[in-house]
Structure formats: structure tokens, C-alpha cells
């Protein structure tokens, strides 16, 4: 009974005030949670990451967002600031702890329609389509970017921010070496003996295009990326370079080196296999980005050694 | 002459035939194999292609095929060891937890000692299979090891084992899918590391087994004659289950979990007449093999140019799971007397302990509605802030307390239609057939609505209810046969399933989140329906009590008793159906209180059906609720799966009631 009063005790002393149930709960959170940046615009709740990359982008700082512990390892920038509140799980995120935070409106794309019924009890919500199967994703990415622009006043960072990454998509292009002519696979390692192949339809497959170079998985996709398909099916396209997509599992460091046919895989021997850091594999135009970056440098990096 | 030549010609053709049935399906998976090879074999030796061919067939195709008739004959051979220092033909690797047990070590070394996996990954596995299979024992050695209850512990250690791994995972920010899609059972190779790894366990797996086939043919007699024939029981029986267990964990730390063989394998080999334990030694080794390379063989013929649909290790479980089930009647098991009596004295004061549920559950749904986790760390909600709250908190217990108690309602049904205290919507695989319902109304339907889905899973359950049944009705059922065909349908039910969520469509998606159980997007509207569902769902199994308790005792004594037998039957197994279905729409198939509620009643004492069942619904609700409670809690502010909760919750309780609880008998 006594830990009870105590407890009792420590609410949030607004309880005691009558006034109206929204204002009590902002009023809470704003007082355990620090408030954003810049107070003038909507306080944004970011679902997806393709989202939440995008508000960081245009220099807006969501309130709250999802995962936010795996963003940091998986998709890495744009830098997460620590004041953004963590929601949990994307799939099932904490409508509870949403409702504290109270934003004022919540971005999702297509992925998390059926929740929209419980965030619309929340606050509006704001939904973009950029992965659908068989549609190259990065003019929907740069369309979602706008429409985001235009929904929270920031159209000319909006526009600003698309324009800057087509142009530095180009100036990749241009500077790619030759011997790049080559097709790439992109791929994320599953296990030692597995792998996720990025087809046509990924964003990642969308960009090397883009950067002039092409895909080496001509095959169908699901839903972007076609998994777990073994090893031995990267021998299809003997003259590709692979690109590695990091985290790797825990035991393929040991195990891949040792793998025959991995070795015997004309990339492997003739040194055209790059580590690509953590990029995010359902991202918006940032992840974007970072892909065209970090594929330009590796395979820099594979003819100069 | 002509005519004695003709009869002897006869007999041996008969008795030759299940070898004959063998080999053909030998031949069929040696055929697969054959296809493959000259698919990949070199057609223009000048290209680089050429050689890459080469490359392909040496390290991947070659010992491919290997690896699935090694893997098939260790799992075989690990079975038929288990099953007989056991003296039980429901032990296997699955069955006691072993291979979930290899499978956590593994991932807790990955996550928290990844340099483990990385030098010794055999040996870590090793040492979870052979932890599980200690921890089942020791749990089960006060009643003598008696075979139910060492399968039935030997479960619940595997879900646990299980829950525990997805929970790592889970925490660890990884999406369920990772565990779905690179989940195991897979043969795809790239080198002849695994092979050799397999075959020595097999070379020395059968030498140890003919060495010790004096001890091992003693200990398949009852313990009184081991014991007069001198054999050091217990030390030998260890020695063979560490054999079997260093066997079938290796075969998971090689390729992952693969269902069934292990189990189907031994079971068989007996079907096909092998009949002394040389035979047996020989025969399920061979058998296990040929079922996987068979398996395999299909797999690889179904597969696309994006992978595989369905690894092969749940590849098995469509193949061996409808041999196993059409086969069942006629294998011969020993039966052992039923659990369903033992170990309770009737409670005299019932009501006073249903109060006492009641109100239990009562105080879990209010606390689980106050207490709570915020941004600030614990607190207690009132007035303002709590009338807010409870718009979220409370469809999500209401709908929780309502899963459950259908969950228990349907189990206890079950359990007493079939006089099986095993039985239960998730061991028959009523929860995953109606997971198959839902399957096969979104492969009609990709946007089929909750009601149709609803309709579909109904179906499902439906259907899996009424075929076990038809099977335990057939040739006087007991109690081991038709849990092997639950566990068979059941497998089977969730290949479906898996190979649906493999497709990675928009329907995976659907079917993934109904597998892990969440009840995060329930509404107001979905509690109510769901508890006016239960009332009136469950008020006429309050006024059919008579039925449960009478249908237990046997049809002729039923029918003495001037009860509609089918009739009865079929109105109670549609009733459990529904209830199935409905739960799992919220929960998802797996959470295991069908079978832990009705069991925790029944060890609180009560016996007859009306009280039993009110015990079991109340039981139910209430760990339903501490469940999702607790799914927001531990981890805030991640969300874990209900479902997940509840098994890691019960399971061990259940676990330990057995083994403390009931009495030894028979």
C-alpha cells in the first residue's frame, strides 16, 4: 500500500489540473522530453525509415521514430539526434508511448497502412508510396520527398535537397572508372551458404542504373530483392563485380573464406568483391545517396588495387 | 515344384515389397539427382562458364546430395537410438527439445559470444542439445521416464527453447522475417566441410550402435530384466543418448533444423517390417536417408530462379508428414496408461478456488490497465491521464482475456474428446491449420477482408480437427498415435505456411503477423466482439458439461448413457474450431495455453467438466492478460509477440508441475 501512494505521488503533478487531456499529455512530454528544434512546425512521428531519413534530410527533427537503436547500425546517416524518442518495433510500434509524445502529424508509407487506424486516433497521418514491386523506386522516392516538403512547408528544401542528389548521382557517374563497365551484383549475406540479391526494383538496383552501370540480377525480385538464394547462383554472370552489403552474420567471417565455391567464383579470385558499409535497404533518397557514394569509392577502389 | 517354387516366390514377394516401395523411391530421388547433374554438366568445354560448371557440380551439387542422404541417415539413426534407450516412439530430436536447444545456443553465442560461432560452432550446439535433453530427463525421472510425460516435457522444453530464440533475436532489433527466411533446414552447399563433418558422425553413430547392440537390445526391454540381465542401465542408456544427441546437433549446427525424419524415420522402418534391432539398425538409417534426398530432390525441382521456396528441412514435413499419417493405423505402438486421471484428488471447495481465479484475473486486468511504462520510467495511472490510456490499454486486454480463454475453452475440449491430456489446438495443429485456412484464402484473395479471413481460418481448423479425429477414430486410436499424427498434420500445416510466407508478397506479410500474434491493433470493437464471441461460444459447452464428462469414458459408455455420440461430438468439435480460429486471429497459433490452461486446472483439482472448464477459462484469460502485460513491459518500449510471452511463461510452470506435481503410476 505504502510503494502504491508513492507511487501515486510521483504522477506527473498536470494530473491534479483539470484542463483539457491533449494539452495535460504535451505538457508531459514536453517536460521529459526535449523539445524539437525549431518549435514553429509540425512535430512529425516518423513510422518508416524511408520517412524518417527523408525529415532528417530536409532538416526537420521528428519527435519520435522506430527502431531507432538498428537505424543507427543499419542505415547510419543521416544521424539520428539523441532527443528523437524511440517507439518501438515498426511493426508494432507503442501507440501508448506515441500518444505521450503527442505529434502533430504521423508519416508512414504503404508498408504500414494497416496501422493507420490506430494512428489516425493519434494524430493525421501522412503515407507515401516508394516500394512497389516491379516499379523502380527512386522516382517515387523523389515524389514522396516533395509531397513531404510540401506537407510541412519546407518545399524549397524539398526541391533543393532532390535536385542536389540527382546532380550528384551525375557527377558520380561521370567520374566512375572505366573498368567499372562491368555488371554488379549487390547482395546482403543471409548465412555463409545464402544470400538477398537486389533486383531491378530495389533502390539500390534503381541507382546503379542510374550511376551507369548494370544490374547483373536480370531475375525476378520479390518485393525488391530476391532471398535466400545460394551461393552458387552468383557463377550465372561470371565477368560481375560484387558488392557486399554489411552487417555480416557472425559466422560467415570465419566460414566464407573457407567456402570452395565462393573462391572459385571468377569475382572473388580476380579481387572484384567490395564491402559496402550499412545502407538502408528500404531507404528514400538519403540512403540513396550514400549507396551511389559508397559504390563509387569501392569500385574506385578495385582498379586502383 | 513349379507350385512350391510359385508360393515361396510369393511369400518373399510380399515380404520384400516395403523394400521394393523403398527402392523405388530411391530410385525417384537417384533420378532428381541424375537431372540436376546434367543440367550443370559441362556442354562447352571452351567458355569459362565451363569451368565454373564444373565448379558448381564439385562443390555444390555433389555434395548437396551428400549432405541430404548423410543429414537423412544421421537423423535416422539418432531417432532410432533415442527412441529405443527411451523405450519411447515419440523420441526424436524435435520431440525432446534437442534441436531447439542446439538452435538457442547458437543464437545466444551469436549475439553474445560471437567469436563462439565463429571457432566452434559444433561444440556450442552440442552442448544446447545435450542441456535441453538433461533438463527433460531430470524433469521426467520421478516418473520413471515414462514416455508421455517425457514427450510432453520434451515439448515444452523445444518451445521454450524456442521462445527464448525468437526473444534474443527480437531484442536484438532483428525482424522476424530474418528468422523465417534464413531460419534453417536449408541443403544449399559450397564445399565438402559438412559432408565429411556428417559422415564421420555417421561412421561413428552405427559403430557405437552395433558395438553396443547387446546393451541396447536389453534396454528396449523394461527395466526389471536390464537390471536382472546386469547391464549398467543408467550409465549406458546416458552413453547412447549422448551419441544420438552429438549426432543430431550436429546435423543442425551443419544445415539447421530439419523436421521430422528423425521421427518418421525409426517409425517406418518398423512399418516395413524391420523387425529385430539389427534390421531397424540398418533400415531407418536408409530410410531417413532416402526421404531427405527425396525431399531435397523436389525442393530443387520446385525452386525458381529467385530460390527456393520452402527450405528442405520444412520440405520434409510435406512429404513425411502425409507417409506418416496414412501409415499410422498401421503401426504398432505400445500403449501406455492414460494421464488423464492420474495425480488429482477432486477439490471439495471448487467454487470457493474458482472465486479465488476469478478475482485474480480480475486484479490482473486492473493492473494491467494502471501500471504501466512511460518515457519516465514506471507509473501508476489515474484520473486524466488513465481515462486516455484506457482507450489503448483495455481493447488489448480484453481481446488478450478473450484469446485465451478460447484458447483453454478449445483445449479442454479437446483433451476430453479424445481422453488425451496431450491433446490441445496447438500439439493437433488446429492453430496452424487454421494459419493453412488463412493461407488459402489469401492465395484466392490477395485483399480478402478480416471477415473472409476469418471465415478461411475457421475452415482450416476445422478441417485438421475432423481429419485427426477421423484418424483417432479409426482402428481403436491410442493415445501416442494420434499425437504423431498431430504432430505430423501440424508440420505439414506450417510447411504451408512457411512456404507461402517465403514468397514475400504482400499476403507474407499478412501471414507473418498472424504467425507472431500481436494484439497492438485491436480496437474497442474487436474486444467486444471477441468476448461476446466467448460467451457465446462457451455457454453452451457450460450446458453440454454432461457430454465432457461423459464422452472420456468411451463411446459404448456414452451411447449407454443415451448420448447423441456423433452428434455431440461434432457440435463440440465445431465449437472448439471456431474458438481455435478466433484466438489466433489475435494471438497467433503458437502460444501453447490450449494445452497449459485445461492442464493447470486439472492440477489445481478439478475434475468434472463444468468447474474444470471454468477453472481453465478463467486460467487462460488470466495468462493471457499477465502475458500481454508483460509483452509491453519487458522490453519497452519495444512490443514483444503475446504469443511468444505466453509460451515462455507457461511452459516452464507446466514443466515444473509435472515434474513435481503428479504422482508416479501404473
Request: glycine share 10%.
Amino acid at each position: 500500500m505504502n510503494s502504491l501512494s508513492r507511487a501515486m505521488n510521483n504522477l506527473p503533478r498536470a494530473t491534479n489540473h483539470p484542463p483539457n487531456r491533449r494539452q495535460v499529455l504535451a505538457l508531459a512530454a514536453t517536460a521529459m522530453l526535449p523539445i524539437a528544434a525549431r518549435a514553429a512546425s509540425l512535430r512529425v512521428a516518423a513510422i518508416d525509415w524511408g520517412m524518417l531519413e527523408t525529415l532528417l534530410a530536409l532538416g526537420i527533427e521528428p519527435v519520435a521514430a522506430t527502431e531507432l537503436i538498428q537505424f543507427r547500425k543499419l542505415a547510419v546517416e543521416p544521424e539520428v539526434p539523441r532527443s528523437v524518442t524511440d517507439l518501438g518495433l515498426r511493426g508494432t510500434p507503442n501507440y501508448e508511448l506515441l500518444r505521450i509524445v503527442a505529434p502533430d502529424l504521423v508519416a508512414i508509407s504503404s508498408f504500414y497502412e494497416y496501422q493507420r487506424p490506430m494512428l489516425e486516433r493519434i494524430a493525421p497521418v501522412f503515407a507515401q508510396t516508394v516500394y512497389e514491386p516491379g516499379t523502380p523506386p527512386y522516382p517515387l522516392a523523389e515524389a514522396a520527398t516533395l509531397a513531404l516538403g510540401e506537407k510541412l512547408g519546407r518545399q524549397a528544401e524539398a526541391k533543393r535537397y532532390v535536385d542536389e542528389t540527382a546532380v550528384e548521382t551525375t557527377r558520380l557517374r561521370a567520374i566512375l572508372p572505366a573498368a567499372a563497365g562491368r555488371p554488379v551484383f549487390v547482395i546482403s549475406l543471409g548465412d555463409s551458404r545464402h544470400f538477398r540479391a537486389f533486383g531491378r526494383d530495389s533502390m539500390f538496383g534503381d541507382v546503379l542504373l542510374r550511376l551507369g552501370l548494370e544490374n547483373a540480377w536480370a531475375d525476378v525480385t520479390r518485393y525488391s530483392a530476391a532471398a535466400p538464394v545460394g551461393l552458387e547462383a552468383l557463377a550465372r554472370v561470371p565477368d560481375a563485380s560484387i558488392l557486399v552489403v554489411s552487417p555480416l552474420p557472425a559466422d560467415v567471417g570465419r566460414s566464407l573464406p573457407e567456402n570452395a565455391l565462393w573462391n572459385a567464383l571468377p569475382a572473388v579470385r580476380e579481387g572484384r568483391v567490395a564491402l559496402l558499409e550499412p545502407i538502408n535497404h528500404f531507404g528514400c533518397l538519403p540512403s540513396a545517396r550514400r549507396f551511389a557514394r559508397l559504390v563509387s569509392a569501392a569500385l574506385a577502389g578495385q582498379t586502383h588495387g | 515344384m513349379a507350385d512350391r517354387a510359385m508360393t515361396q516366390r510369393a511369400t518373399t514377394g510380399h515380404a520384400l515389397s516395403p523394400i521394393a516401395l523403398w527402392g523405388l523411391l530411391g530410385a525417384v530421388a537417384a533420378l532428381l539427382f541424375a537431372w540436376r547433374v546434367s543440367m550443370q554438366s559441362p556442354t562447352a568445354p571452351t567458355s569459362d562458364g565451363a569451368g565454373l560448371d564444373r565448379v558448381i557440380l564439385l562443390y555444390s551439387t555433389l555434395p548437396r546430395a551428400a549432405v541430404a542422404v548423410l543429414a537423412g541417415a544421421v537423423l535416422g539413426l539418432s531417432g532410432l537410438l533415442l527412441q529405443r534407450v527411451l523405450r519411447n516412439p515419440l523420441a526424436e530430436p524435435s520431440t525432446l527439445g534437442i534441436s531447439a536447444g542446439a538452435q538457442l545456443a547458437m543464437t545466444a553465442a551469436s549475439v553474445y559470444a560471437p567469436f563462439l560461432m565463429e571457432r566452434s560452432q559444433g561444440p556450442v550446439a552440442f552442448a544446447g542439445g545435450i542441456a535441453a535433453v538433461l533438463l527433460v530427463l531430470s524433469l521426467t525421472w520421478r516418473r520413471g521416464l515414462e514416455p508421455v510425460s517425457v514427450v510432453l516435457a520434451g515439448m515444452m522444453v523445444a518451445l521454450t527453447a524456442s521462445s527464448i530464440s525468437a526473444a534474443l533475436i527480437l531484442a536484438n532489433g532483428d525482424y522476424l522475417f530474418s528468422l523465417f527466411i534464413w531460419g534453417g533446414g536449408s541443403l544449399v552447399q559450397q564445399d565438402w566441410g559438412p559432408a565429411i563433418a556428417l559422415s564421420t558422425r555417421l561412421a561413428v553413430g552405427a559403430g557405437a550402435a552395433l558395438l553396443l547392440l547387446r546393451p541396447l537390445t536389453i534396454l528396449g526391454l523394461d527395466d526389471a530384466s536390464a537390471r536382472s540381465l546386469g547391464i549398467a542401465r543408467h550409465t549406458s542408456r546416458f552413453l547412447i543418448i549422448a551419441l544420438a544427441v552429438w549426432m543430431a546437433t550436429t546435423v543442425v549446427a551443419e544445415v539447421g533444423v530439419i523436421g521430422f525424419v528423425g521421427l518418421a524415420a525409426p517409425a517406418l522402418a518398423t512399418l516395413s517390417g524391420a523387425r529385430t534391432l539389427r534390421q531397424k539398425l540398418l533400415a531407418a538409417p536408409l530410410i531417413g536417408a532416402i526421404l531427405l534426398w527425396l525431399t531435397d530432390g523436389l525442393v530443387q525441382l520446385a525452386a525458381g530462379a529467385g530460390g527456393e521456396r520452402i527450405p528442405t528441412g520444412a520440405g520434409t514435413a510435406l512429404l513425411g508428414g502425409p507417409v506418416l499419417l496414412w501409415l499410422l493405423r498401421r503401426l504398432r505402438l505400445l500403449e501406455w496408461p492414460n494421464l488423464s486421471t492420474s495425480g488429482t484428488s477432486p477439490r471439495k471447495s471448487g467454487r470457493s478456488i474458482i472465486l479465488l481465479l476469478f478475482l485474480m484475473t480480475l486484479l490482473a486486468a486492473v493492473v494491467a490497465l494502471v501500471v504501466g511504462r512511460g518515457p519516465a520510467g514506471w507509473s501508476i495511472a489515474g484520473g486524466d491521464i488513465l481515462a486516455d490510456l484506457v482507450a489503448w490499454r483495455a481493447p488489448r486486454i480484453g481481446v488478450a482475456a478473450a484469446a485465451g480463454a478460447m484458447l483453454a475453452a478449445a483445449g479442454l475440449v479437446i483433451q476430453r474428446i479424445t481422453g488425451n491430456p496431450l491433446a490441445s489446438p496447438e500439439v493437433l495443429g488446429v492453430g496452424t491449420g487454421a494459419g493453412a485456412g488463412l493461407t488459402a484464402v489469401l492465395a484466392l484473395s490477395a485483399t480478402a477482408g478480416p471477415g473472409l479471413q476469418l471465415v478461411g481460418s475457421i475452415l482450416g481448423s476445422l478441417a485438421v480437427l475432423i481429419a485427426m479425429l477421423i484418424i483417432a477414430a479409426r482402428a481403436k486410436f491410442g493415445s501416442e498415435r494420434l499425437l504423431l499424427a498431430g504432430i505430423a498434420m501440424s508440420a505439414l500445416c506450417s510447411a504451408v505456411i512457411t512456404a507461402a510466407i517465403a514468397m514475400g508478397n504482400t499476403q507474407s506479410y499478412v501471414l507473418l503477423r498472424w504467425l507472431s500474434g500481436s494484439t497492438s491493433q485491436a480496437t474497442g470493437f474487436d474486444a467486444w466482439l471477441t468476448l461476446a464471441c466467448l460467451i457465446l461460444l462457451t455457454l453452451p459447452l457450460f450446458l453440454a458439461a454432461r457430454w465432457l464428462d461423459i464422452l472420456p469414458l468411451g463411446e459404448d459408455t456414452a451411447r449407454g448413457l443415451g448420448l447423441p455420440v456423433a452428434g455431440g461430438r461434432l457440435t463440440l468439435i465445431v465449437l472448439a474450431a471456431i474458438l481455435t480460429a478466433l484466438a489466433a486471429m489475435f494471438v497467433g497459433p503458437l502460444s501453447f495455453v490450449g494445452l497449459i490452461a485445461p492442464h493447470l486446472a486439472r492440477l489445481i483439482g478439478f475434475t468434472r467438466a463444468r468447474p474444470h472448464l471454468a477453472g481453465a477459462v478463467l486460467t487462460g484469460a488470466l495468462l493471457m492478460i499477465v502475458s500481454d502485460w508483460l509483452s509491453r513491459m519487458v522490453a519497452f518500449p519495444y512490443e514483444l509477440p503475446v504469443g511468444l510471452i505466453a509460451s515462455l511463461l507457461g511452459g516452464p510452470y507446466l514443466v515444473h508441475l509435472l515434474a513435481k506435481g503428479m504422482p508416479r503410476h501404473g
